[in-house]
């Protein structure tokens, strides 16, 4: 298949960040703004539940330390992760924001009637039993029905408060800005 | 809010933890407050939002009350990256569609909307309108993207090298590199035999005069790479055997 994300990959075209076996992270030529980084497999992949689970752990792990990297570095006010699944190779941008930025990625919330919401929940508890535990649960997944899935979640709902871990010195002085600011969420 | 504390005057660890508190997604994690569940487990819980980008747009959460991203403890992260994999798949045969989006804003200026740290699973179809996910494309001078290259390069490699350490994975890898040195002599006896015949000086030297061989080899470094780790006097005797017939 031609793939021009393949092609830069396996010709090094790009200012690379990152780079193993499996995952490769760039600084777009042309980016939303300075401080962009792409994460992506270097296998090529357009769909997540394509990837192996380690892969797909991989990736993840990749694109949170891009988006603490790049809102140190790019001295940012917070970060956004976005994944849109395309025909294309996959791929996680991984953009600072500051404000007044002149970005924004948040929709249009769509108007839905409760009647709507039931339907689409119903359809969606009747597959969550596909979500498993990783590869080999999807094998064995079929046994076990959705009701019984949200069963054991009410059972847990109210199963003990874990005590809460402190932030680690070291990274105070880091996330203060980010929880200084959750504050203006009403 | 009638009763909003003083946040002037609070550490932002204060108001963390009132925001803890008073956090609506602990309250509908708990049940207190009603939602329409679509996964949960021991660790992470998934419920429609209410505001949907889409029809199934879900949010996913950690059980555990963490503000951001950077917060949430390693194994809990873990699990919850390895999910989304099952919820992307739940989630496009429940709606039959084959794209999805994840969406993650760490801080407010992002665009996050609450102190309890989630992310947004949403559907996606062609043409569905949600221009809003598309990352733009714009022209900056070079030199304004280049100044993050070494310091972005060298804070990953630093937390990937760390990650891999804690997940095993590196270790697995450098075994195997041990392994490859470990091989004696990367030439295998086949090509060692065709290069014996192709040299007829090197076998009459070989079977008549293994020492000078020996001296040839130190003197030589690509005969030293074909004959490196192998026994002069046993090959010199395996030769003539064969000769011999």
């Not at chain 1, 929709?107 to 535990?133: N, Y």
């Amino acid at each position: 298949m031609d793939c021009v994300v393949c092609d830069k990959i396996s010709e090094k075209k790009a200012m690379i960040v990152y780079e193993d076996d499996n995952l490769v992270a760039i600084l777009p030529s042309k980016p939303a703004v300075p401080g962009h980084v792409k994460v992506m497999p270097k296998k090529h992949f357009t769909q997540v539940d394509e990837m192996g689970d380690d892969l797909v752990e991989e990736l993840f792990f990749l694109a949170n330390f891009a988006s603490t990297a790049v809102f140190e570095i790019a001295k940012a006010h917070g970060t956004n992760i976005i994944l849109n699944e395309s025909d294309n190779h996959l791929a996680i941008d991984i953009i600072p924001r500051k404000e007044n930025d002149g970005l924004n990625f948040i929709w249009k919330p769509k108007q839905m009637s409760p009647a709507e919401m039931d339907e689409v929940h119903a359809k969606i508890t009747d597959k969550a039993f596909l979500v498993g535990r990783g590869d080999e649960f999807a094998k064995s997944a079929k046994k076990e029905g959705p009701k019984e899935i949200i069963a054991e979640f009410e059972d847990k709902k109210s199963a003990g408060e874990t005590t809460k871990e402190e932030p680690k010195d070291a990274k105070k002085g880091k996330i203060n800005y980010l929880l200084k600011h959750l504050i203006k969420i009403p | 809010m009638a009763d909003q504390p003083d946040f002037d005057n609070m550490t932002p660890e204060q108001i963390a933890e009132y925001q803890k508190q008073n956090c609506i997604f602990c309250k509908i994690i708990k049940g207190e407050i009603p939602s329409r569940k679509a996964y949960g487990d021991d660790k992470i819980v998934s419920v429609l939002d209410i505001n949907p980008a889409a029809k199934g747009h879900l949010l996913v959460m950690t059980k555990e009350h963490y503000p951001i991203l950077p917060l949430i403890p390693f194994d809990t992260a873990s699990h919850m990256f390895r999910t989304t994999k099952g919820l992307v798949n739940a989630l496009k045969q429940a709606i039959i569609t084959n794209k999805t989006t994840v969406f993650i804003a760490n801080g407010a200026v992002a665009g996050q909307q609450s102190p309890h740290f989630l992310y947004h699973l949403v559907p996606r179809e062609n043409n569905d309108g949600l221009d809003n996910f598309v990352v733009p494309v714009k022209d900056y001078k070079e030199e304004e993207v280049l100044q993050y290259l070494a310091p972005i390069r060298s804070r990953l490699d630093a937390m990937m090298k760390d990650f891999k350490a804690r997940t095993g994975r590196a270790a697995a890898k450098q075994a195997e590199i041990k392994l490859e040195e470990a091989k004696p002599n990367p030439v295998n006896s086949h090509e060692l035999a065709k290069f014996i015949e192709d040299n007829p000086k090197i076998k009459d030297m070989i079977l008549n005069n293994p020492e000078d061989f020996k001296k040839e080899i130190e003197a030589n470094p690509e005969i030293k790479k074909l004959f490196a780790n192998l026994d002069i006097a046993k090959l010199s005797a395996a030769l003539s055997a064969i000769k011999k017939g």
